[in-house]
């Protein structure tokens, strides 16, 4: 069976500090992977996806960074974090969609709580 | 671009009876798959249920159902029997077909509170 692992679970860091925080699936291969941020009390904005090694879209211009070195590997990175850096960090897979009708959800780590301070 | 509305930002529902979530959504596309998560405090995102946008059927899963209106672009989830472990943030979701399949929208959620 599939299984993602995300972490830190909990990250405390200084303003103007680089981040990294990293997610690996395993059990299946080739998947398309996301990261996504999440306020307090607020929904998903999705921040990255990557649909292969190398692959990496942005979606919202901003402070961070995403790598996909292996094929199973993302990387969540900054530089120099920012205080509206803070938040929850959820990282999440999913199969790539054919026509067999076979629904393909998005299946999620158990996030980083990041706070900056 | 897809947009998913959920209009009802917090809800509450009496222990053991029944409480409906409505999500609505934006899109041109017909072919789709819609979703719907639970966030509880533990903040792990889980997936309730889940709906091809070509299947007529609407889902089920024991006392998560959904009602699909593709016409009316509307995916409300329905709660039978509520527990308190049903309080959680619920998140819609939309996923387009399309070759690489990364185009998936929430919606803003809905926070459920089960009151004993």
């Known amino acids: 069976s599939q299984t993602i692992h995300q972490w830190p679970a909990t990250l405390v860091q200084p303003v103007g500090s680089p981040l990294s925080l990293e997610c690996t699936v395993e059990g299946t291969s080739n998947p398309n992977l996301y990261w996504y941020r999440q306020a307090a009390g607020r929904g998903l904005q999705l921040l990255f996806y990557s649909v292969g090694i190398g692959q990496i879209s942005s979606e919202v211009p901003q402070n961070l960074s995403a790598s996909r070195p292996q094929d199973r590997q993302f990387i969540l990175s900054s530089k120099k974090l920012l205080l509206s850096d803070s938040g929850f960090y959820l990282c999440?897979?999913?199969?790539?969609?054919?026509?067999?009708?076979?629904?393909?959800?998005?299946?999620f780590g158990d996030g980083t709580r990041l706070s900056i301070l | 671009a897809q947009t998913v509305t959920q209009s009802q930002p917090e809800m509450s529902v009496q222990e053991a009876e029944t409480v409906t979530l409505s999500c609505t959504y934006d899109t041109s596309e017909s072919d789709y798959y819609l979703f719907w998560y639970k966030q509880p405090p533990s903040r792990q995102m889980i997936l309730v249920i889940r709906q091809e946008a070509y299947k007529q059927q609407n889902a089920t899963e024991n006392r998560f159902s959904v009602n699909f209106q593709k016409a009316a672009k509307s995916f409300s989830l329905k709660i039978s029997d509520s527990q308190l472990g049903d309080a959680a943030m619920y998140f819609c979701?939309?996923?387009?077909?399309?070759?690489?399949?990364?185009?998936?929208?929430f919606g803003p959620g809905t926070r459920l509170s089960v009151l004993p």
């Open positions: 979701a939309y996923r387009s077909w399309d070759n690489y399949g990364q185009n998936f929208v």
């Open positions: 999440a897979w999913s199969i790539k969609p054919h026509r067999s009708g076979v629904n393909q959800p998005q299946h």
